[in-house]
């Protein structure tokens, strides 16, 4: 389910990665890092999927105080060490955003996707 944000502009952080496949430990740290984010002051909501996982934030301020968290510092130290042999992590303010929801598979008439 996609993240509810408010009006922009807020924060995205993009983090895209390559596992090494050492899981041990894995599943529940992720498990914990987004219980802890959605704590934290700022933090607006999460979307991820294998290899990708992008996080809204109200200000840069509050996207410096997560990074700075003990317990996230330890899963970054974690992620360097045994879970991760690759990653980019891009931090983008979001300018515009338009959202559909509806429980049928096909977009309204008249809806171009091209224009998201």
């Not at 529940?28 to 933090?43: K, N, T």
């Amino acid at each position: 389910m996609p993240a509810r944000t408010p009006e922009p502009p807020y924060y995205a952080v993009i983090f895209a990665s390559t596992r090494t496949g050492d899981d041990a430990g894995y599943a529940e740290m992720a498990a914990r890092m987004v219980e802890l984010a959605a704590l934290q002051p700022g933090f607006l909501g999460i979307e991820s999927a294998p290899g990708i996982t992008v996080s809204y934030w109200e200000s840069e301020a509050a996207i410096a105080a997560w990074h700075a968290n003990a317990e996230h510092l330890e899963a970054q130290r974690l992620g360097y060490a045994r879970w991760y042999s690759a990653f980019e992590l891009r931090v983008a303010r979001v300018e515009r955003a338009y959202s559909f929801r509806s429980a049928s598979p096909d977009p309204p008439a008249g809806t171009d996707p091209a224009d998201c």
